[in-house]
């Protein structure tokens, strides 16, 4: 089965989750991911959060279909060896601040001389230039300076930092999307170029829809502070009730749930007086939610046809039923053994299923590998070796 992006090489600089979650989706789908990374220490991720844990999930859930070769940076030679990856790469992937490939003698001027093909792709926290292209990324710092992290479902809830990373994981996909973008280009160009993304851009637009009622007519918009919308805690449980998209969403939340029609009292009449009146309705339905289950309660607002859905922790969450059926759970066994579990490639196809060709690699374990598909003697690599270029 030949996979969509079979052929396409990659040369991956990237550590941590941004950039390695984009090359991971491109080596899901058949590239060619050649991972450079520092001698030593490797990706940052590889670095255990877990005390005592013999396996990083960190490092297996961003670096399948790669294979890692390490070279060093701070050397000539290191950098030489990067170059002769490039001539006969597609893309080069990297997330530093901006300026440091350039420092490195990597920028898109020096690697397109020496192959106009080449497709030079940079994630960064806020963008090549300007006044905070200087400053490190992060994700949290994306959420931050995005006003994502001050969008609360309430008001009277107090900040707090989105505990999963929405900003590396969007700003990823962002650069997979540019990179295939540039690809395409150049089939009818004949010559790469340069592909930009950061964390502040991808984290305003996840926002579009908001930022654009702000600019346009100076309005908030918050999809959590409808009227009818919310999560309840129940008898055993908690439920989330969407009470929108529907001519009258209360008179059916109402009949779902043993009320008398609200919806024909004045005060809850209409979007405004339910607006008007949003603690006092939702602490109607709030009482009643709390004297029945979640199942109850589900099976009684989807006979209304009201959507609706209980509340999972992630352990419910990868155990459900629809998460299996969409076999969302990827499983294979890593170069020690041991078998991993992970999230597999959200993204369907009909015609080729991604598949995973290598398991997360150990630090360097394709060295010699690719240094000879460059055309390196097994002297050269040896004495690359000895002297700590390459590793």
């Not at 009227?227 to 009949?255: H, Q, R, S, Y």
């Not at 749930?257 to 008007?276: H, I, K, N, V």
């Not at 109850?296 to 352990?315: I, Q, R």
Request: glycine share 8%; hydrophobic share 45%.
């Amino acid at each position: 089965m030949t996979l969509p992006l079979e052929g396409l090489r990659v040369i991956d600089l990237t550590q941590v989750m941004l950039g390695p979650s984009c090359t991971q989706t491109l080596g899901d789908f058949g590239a060619d991911i050649i991972k450079v990374e520092r001698p030593g220490a490797g990706d940052l991720s590889r670095v255990g959060v877990f005390a005592g844990a013999d396996e990083n999930p960190v490092f297996s859930a961003l670096n399948r279909n790669k294979r890692s070769i390490v070279i060093d940076l701070s050397t000539p030679e290191g950098r030489s060896v990067v170059r002769d990856l490039v001539r006969d790469a597609d893309v080069i992937v990297s997330n530093f601040r901006p300026g440091v490939m350039e420092r490195l003698e990597l920028g898109y001027d020096e690697l397109a001389a020496i192959n106009p093909r080449i497709i030079w792709a940079a994630g960064s926290g806020f963008g090549r230039s300007g006044p905070y292209a200087h400053k490190g990324g992060q994700d949290i710092l994306g959420q931050a300076y995005s006003g994502v992290m001050k969008r609360r479902a309430d008001p009277e809830h107090p900040i707090a930092i989105y505990a999963t990373p929405i900003a590396d994981y969007t700003a990823g996909q962002h650069l997979v999307q540019g990179i295939l973008l540039a690809v395409l280009q150049r089939e009818r160009t004949g010559v790469g170029q340069v592909v930009d993304v950061s964390l502040l851009n991808s984290m305003l637009a996840l926002q579009m829809q908001e930022a654009t009622a702000r600019l346009t007519i100076d309005e908030e918009l918050n999809w959590a502070l409808m009227p009818l919308t919310g999560c309840f805690p129940t008898l055993d449980a908690e439920i989330v009730v969407i009470g929108a998209f529907k001519p009258n969403p209360l008179a059916d939340i109402c009949a779902a749930l043993g009320l008398p029609d609200l919806s024909l009292e004045e005060r809850f009449s209409t979007l405004a007086g339910l607006r008007e009146n949003r603690a006092e309705i939702r602490a109607i339905l709030a009482r009643r939610f709390l004297e029945r289950t979640t199942e109850h309660w589900l099976a009684a607002l989807e006979t209304e046809d009201v959507l609706c859905g209980p509340v999972l922790d992630l352990s419910q969450a990868l155990q459900n039923a629809q998460t299996l059926h969409n076999g969302m759970i990827l499983e294979f066994v890593d170069e020690d053994g041991r078998n991993v579990r992970t999230i597999a490639p959200p993204v369907a196809l009909s015609a080729v299923d991604p598949a995973v060709r290598h398991a997360p690699p150990r630090l360097g374990a394709h060295t010699t590998e690719v240094l000879h598909e460059l055309g390196y003697s097994p002297s050269v690599v040896a004495d690359l070796k000895a002297r700590k270029v390459v590793g």
